[in-house]
């Protein structure tokens, strides 16, 4: 496996762990994203706001989750040093 199927792959087993939690296990409610983001970035979590303003900025679909597609969108941000709050 090429080194970039293996990052999608890793990418991949994040997520499912989390979105499994509550809910659809293909989408990830705010309530899982906040775990996601405490447990795999450390440090202090985004504050409420911060953390409302982010989901809606992933959701960009407007259904209320954020599916593996949306997702992808943070890790590269994240890549990029992109998130404002980190
Ligand atoms: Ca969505």
Do not use: H, S, W
């Amino acid at each position: 496996m090429t080194t970039i199927f293996e990052a999608i792959g890793i990418l991949r087993k994040v997520f499912d762990k989390f979105a499994g939690k509550e809910g659809d296990a293909k989408t990830l409610t705010k309530k899982e994203l906040t775990e996601l983001l405490k447990e795999q970035l450390g440090g202090a979590p985004p504050k409420q706001a911060e953390m409302d303003k982010f989901f809606k900025m992933l959701d960009d679909d407007g259904d209320g989750v954020v599916n593996f597609n949306e997702y992808v969108v943070l890790c590269a941000k994240n890549a990029n040093k992109d998130l404002t709050f980190l």
